[in-house]
């Protein structure tokens, strides 16, 4: 993780104390009675007549306290989410338009219509009050979760990126309870728009998120808020692995580069972005099942002319960084597997389907991760300002 909390106090007499972590590296660490107003350990050695650091003091993590974590990765990640938003409601128009031929083509066609036709809050910011009370208690579940399973796999000497791609893997298990839901209520209300929306018939209308909770507990059960969570989690599990594990790596390429702890603000940023783009690219194939299975509706043959009785089930994408629209005539996978699904469609579309959206979706991870990663280490170094705690190794 970040490096931005390993420091050392401005006594000549007291040096960093370290101890080996499961890797082999050493991981600063503060002394007990340390108070604020300490330096990073390379402005520390450089005032002791060093030069240079260490190359183990270089490439070791820090250790932020679990708190500090938490509310970093959730003040980052709800923000990197929000950002994104508006595009995201774009990316649920184009997914989930029922209309022939479809109301909304090109990202810039479609975002200059919702924008002119709906305005920001009910247009392009809708569903931001749903994504906002899930994107910020996820993230910190997966900041806290990740930071403990990794520092525990390390210190019982699992390799070091094994260790960062369980990490990642289990944070996103524990932040799925949260964030599932609050995609399914968040993806409903930005097909639907504003209530009563006279510019888009999406089959939603709900008059706010309260209602939105009641009419689908009444209408569907509450399982309903659970919709698509195992083909989700197959795509997020890898991504937020990978790019945990890509982020680390990159991190520690740019601390031995710059042979210091701070990387400065252009590597922060591009560490984070790198890291998320790359994983967006590789698990495109699960993005792209991922959001067939949740788009396409097979229905039997014989109830081809039964009216639904519940209008307001569809079955759309219900997740951020989904940018896959499937091919116009493209054959319904007919299975609810995710590996089936990737056989049938690299055998009817070769690998090209498998990448389908590769673009989109690699630029929005790399944009999102960036912002996200960046905030969270910056906020850490506040965060150690504003709440010095007195820790022991963690």
Request: with cysteine; proline share 6%; net charge positive.
């Amino acid at each position: 993780m970040p490096s931005s909390l390993q420091f050392s106090e401005l006594s000549h007499s007291e040096g960093p104390s370290t101890e080996t972590s499961g890797t082999g590296l050493s991981l600063g660490s503060r002394h007990a009675n340390q108070q604020p107003g300490f330096l990073w350990e390379s402005d520390s050695k450089k005032l002791h007549g060093q030069d240079t650091m260490s190359s183990d003091d270089v490439e070791s993590e820090g250790r932020p306290p679990y708190l500090h974590a938490m509310i970093a990765g959730g003040i980052g990640g709800s923000t990197g989410d929000l950002l994104m938003h508006s595009l995201d409601t774009v990316k649920t128009r184009q997914q989930g338009d029922p209309h022939v031929p479809p109301k909304y083509t090109s990202l810039g066609q479609s975002y200059y219509k919702i924008w002119r036709q709906e305005g920001i809050r009910r247009g392009l910011y809708s569903g931001w009050v749903p994504a906002l009370g899930g994107s910020f208690p996820g993230t910190m579940l997966f900041f806290g979760t990740y930071e403990f399973s990794k520092r525990v796999l390390l210190d019982n000497g699992l390799q070091h990126h094994l260790a960062y791609l369980a990490g990642g893997f289990l944070g996103d298990l524990a932040s799925s309870i949260v964030y599932v839901p609050s995609e399914v209520l968040k993806t409903r209300m930005q097909l639907q728009g504003r209530y009563n929306n006279p510019y888009f018939k999406s089959g939603y209308n709900y008059r706010g998120t309260v209602d939105a909770i009641r009419t689908i507990a009444r209408t569907e059960g509450t399982g309903a808020l659970f919709y698509g969570y195992k083909a989700t989690l197959c795509r997020d599990l890898p991504f937020s692995a990978l790019q945990f594990m890509f982020w680390e790596q990159f991190h520690a390429w740019a601390r031995q580069y710059k042979q210091s702890r701070d990387v400065g603000v252009p590597l922060e940023l591009l560490t984070g972005a790198a890291a998320g783009g790359l994983a967006g690219v590789i698990t495109c194939p699960l993005d792209v099942v991922k959001t067939r299975l949740q788009t396409q509706v097979n229905p039997p043959a014989d109830a081809v002319h039964i009216k639904d009785p519940n209008p307001q089930k569809r079955l759309i994408s219900t997740s951020s960084p989904s940018t896959h629209r499937p091919m116009p005539g493209a054959m319904p996978l007919r299975t609810q597997s995710v590996i089936r699904g990737l056989r049938f469609i690299y055998q009817s579309e070769g690998v090209a389907g498998w990448f389908r959206g590769v673009g989109p979706r690699g630029v929005w991870t790399f944009i999102q991760s960036g912002c996200m990663l960046f905030l969270y280490q910056r906020l850490l170094r506040q965060l150690e300002i504003l709440m010095p705690v007195e820790l022991e190794e963690m």
